[in-house]
């Protein structure tokens, strides 16, 4: 019933749609402005910035899971960095979101990648719990950090400046 395959250019249209979907979970669909093309441009292009599994039940899109690697001076190694992992609702409960969660790190062993990391919105309770008990640690001491839009422009123009 369940199948997961790494997702084509022909999978983009798809993969907007549930990141429509993820946006509307989380009470952010003002935020998201991807596209089709943004997706062929970034995922599927000469130098490509992220990889995507998509995952089917009864061969209709079930969820997906779009990462791309890092690299921690630290380990001196690759990482893996969990952008977003999402499952249609009315297939929640399947088994799906956990085994798109299990490929993405048997590709992180697989390419000898130190670390395997993810965000989880604080109000996300089940999410925390069910990362929790496949031994996936909350990183307290870690606070994200985010500079976009604008101020992103203003540190660009700063750094010309000099």
Request: charged content about 30%.
């Amino acid at each position: 019933m369940l199948k997961i395959s790494t997702a084509t250019r022909e999978d983009c249209g798809t993969i907007v749609e549930m990141i429509r979907g993820l946006a509307e979970y989380e009470k952010l669909s003002h935020l998201m402005t991807a596209t089709e093309a943004d997706l062929e441009r970034d995922g599927f292009g000469p130098t490509p910035r992220f990889h995507c599994l998509l995952a089917k039940w009864d061969d209709q899109p079930a969820g997906f899971a779009l990462y791309f690697y890092n690299y921690s001076t630290f380990k001196g190694r690759a990482g893996i960095y969990l952008e977003d992992l999402f499952v249609w609702p009315r297939l929640r409960g399947k088994g799906i979101g956990k085994a798109l969660l299990l490929e993405v790190a048997r590709i992180a062993v697989e390419e000898g990648c130190g670390r395997y990391e993810w965000q989880v919105l604080d109000w996300n309770q089940p999410s925390i719990d069910f990362y929790e008990s496949l031994g996936a640690q909350r990183m307290k001491e870690w606070l994200p950090m985010r500079v976009e839009g604008e101020a992103l422009e203003k540190m660009a123009e700063m750094a010309r400046k000099k």
